[in-house]
């Protein structure tokens, strides 16, 4: 039952990714067990993750920093939302300040995970990203801080025509270095985060940019700087002030979150009043700001300062809520007719989710599905022991969800190094009812729901997406939970290594 490959080591816990949750993930592991191996498997060349593959004008963070950054570590600066290359700084700077770049392997894909009930040891497969050629490491832990989406392509519909079209066409997540847009006539294709940054910065210095949506997305301006915060900063001491910014950030976002859900035709119309206000009232807000979803069915876009609607108010960009019918040889022809024209085609039309980076999981050789699993607290796979995956919040800064995981791994570690155990499994309940692992309507993962785990009908098999109630679950509830098992290998497995 136990793997043949030979493996250059045995590691105490191997962490998947090298972007703002993996990182995070290695300097708690590293200041809670400074003695123990380590490595970060980075499938890329850098350090950062989305902020280093991203660098579209304008790339920024959509959660405010405070929330964002580390616990650990706090953020340093004014701004609300921060730029892409700041936040690649920081993510770097953390990582050489807790001492992680030297046990990172880059240019290291994962391929595989194949877990042996022999050794209670994880075999994984490693691709050369030049050579191609595999190599194996072991380790008696894993967290896969891989991501949610394939670094490799974004996702983009079939345009009828697409061939028709004389200009350039780009998809945000490979953005041509140096693209020149100057005076050009612009077309963004989408109404989420990315095309909502997209047209206001390229609207400075292109002709006109028009951002074409099938359906409107609720966008929210909030102030570029958080004056209460930065107030506070000057006043209090350092870490005190960071502490209850980040405190009341947390919770303005909770409390919002909260009230939309529970009283959405209030917080619409909370919404329209806004945007109109901004807008003027002739503007057709009905058509191009007013979704048929509820507020939080998908993430909200934010907005520093309402850029966008200024952009929109001087006539540097313009909203066309329509069907694409297909691409022409200047533009595209939409479903009404018009045809609207353009030098450059923007297509931020979303990610291709994948699930723990796409590497094959396997539990004594036997391929695991994660669909057929439950998801225990939303982290780890029923079924599948030692190896705990980061997926955050979409109602919240990711990174509030992905450091509670991370310091939820180490007290499972650090119970299974005070009990001599070494297997952590979650066993399933009998019979308990499926229901889809999380409660967002989002097209990127209404496409691939079918293929994640399912969350149960009770603790610890829910997925709520709330801060409070996974800070208990994760940070004070007991480890051995009952549905979290341990267990010990055989004498004669641990005399064999």
């Not at 280093?52 to 706090?74: K, N």
């Not at 998809?171 to 963004?188: A, G």
């Not at 099938?214 to 502490?243: E, H």
């Not at 509670?404 to 297997?423: C, G």
Request: aromatic share 10%; with cysteine; net charge neutral.
């Amino acid at each position: 039952m136990g793997s043949d490959k030979k493996a250059d080591k045995i590691y105490d816990m191997v962490i998947i990714g090298a972007g703002l949750s993996g990182i995070g993930a290695g300097c708690r592991f590293r200041t809670k067990f400074p003695n123990d191996s380590l490595a970060v498997i980075e499938a890329r060349g850098a350090i950062g993750g989305t902020w280093d593959l991203f660098r579209y004008p304008g790339i920024r963070s959509d959660s405010d920093m405070l929330t964002l950054g580390y616990d650990f570590r706090p953020w340093v600066g004014d701004k609300t939302l921060a730029d892409g290359t700041s936040i690649r700084n920081y993510v770097q700077t953390v990582a050489k300040e807790y001492d992680i770049t030297p046990y990172i392997q880059f240019h290291s894909k994962v391929t595989a995970l194949d877990f042996s009930s022999d050794t209670d040891l994880w075999t994984i497969t490693i691709k050369d990203a030049g050579s191609g050629k595999l190599r194996y490491v072991k380790t008696r832990f894993i967290i896969s801080a891989a991501g949610y989406y394939k670094y490799e392509e974004g996702y983009t519909p079939t345009f009828k025509g697409r061939g028709d079209f004389k200009g350039n066409i780009v998809h945000p997540q490979h953005w041509p270095e140096n693209f020149d847009y100057k005076d050009k006539k612009i077309i963004v294709i989408g109404s989420g985060a990315t095309a909502v940054t997209l047209v206001p910065e390229m609207a400075k210095d292109a002709a006109h940019v028009t951002m074409l949506q099938r359906s409107p997305s609720y966008v929210a301006s909030i102030p570029a700087k958080d004056n209460i915060g930065n107030f506070l900063r000057r006043v209090l001491p350092a870490r005190t002030a960071f502490n209850m910014n980040r405190a009341k950030n947390i919770w303005i976002s909770r409390v919002m979150y909260d009230r939309a859900r529970k009283n959405p035709e209030k917080t619409k119309a909370w919404f329209r009043k806004k945007t109109v206000k901004a807008l003027g009232p002739d503007y057709p807000v009905d058509k191009h700001f007013s979704p048929t979803y509820n507020p939080w069915d998908q993430r909200v876009c934010m907005i520093p300062d309402g850029d966008m609607f200024i952009a929109i108010q001087e006539g540097r960009a313009s909203v066309e809520t329509d069907h694409i019918e297909r691409f022409t040889e200047n533009g595209i022809l939409l479903k009404s007719g018009e045809e609207l024209t353009a030098d450059i085609i923007v297509t931020a039309t979303g990610l291709n989710v994948v699930f723990g980076g796409e590497a094959e999981i396997s539990v004594d050789a036997k391929e695991i599905n994660p669909a057929d699993c439950f998801g225990y607290k939303g982290m780890m796979y029923s079924g599948v022991p030692n190896i705990v995956t980061v997926f955050g919040y979409t109602n919240a800064a990711w990174t509030l969800r992905a450091d509670l995981i991370s310091q939820f791994a180490i007290r499972v570690v650090e119970h299974m190094k005070a009990n001599d155990q070494t297997r952590a499994v979650p066993i399933a309940p009998e019979g308990m009812p499926r229901n889809p692992w999380i409660d967002f309507q989002a097209g990127y993962l209404l496409r691939v729901l079918d293929q994640l785990p399912s969350q149960g009908d009770r603790h610890p098999w829910l997925n709520l997406q709330d801060y409070k109630t996974d800070q208990r679950l994760m940070l004070q509830d007991p480890i051995d939970d009952g549905a979290l098992t341990f267990s010990k290998r055989a004498p004669q497995a641990i005399a064999a290594e």
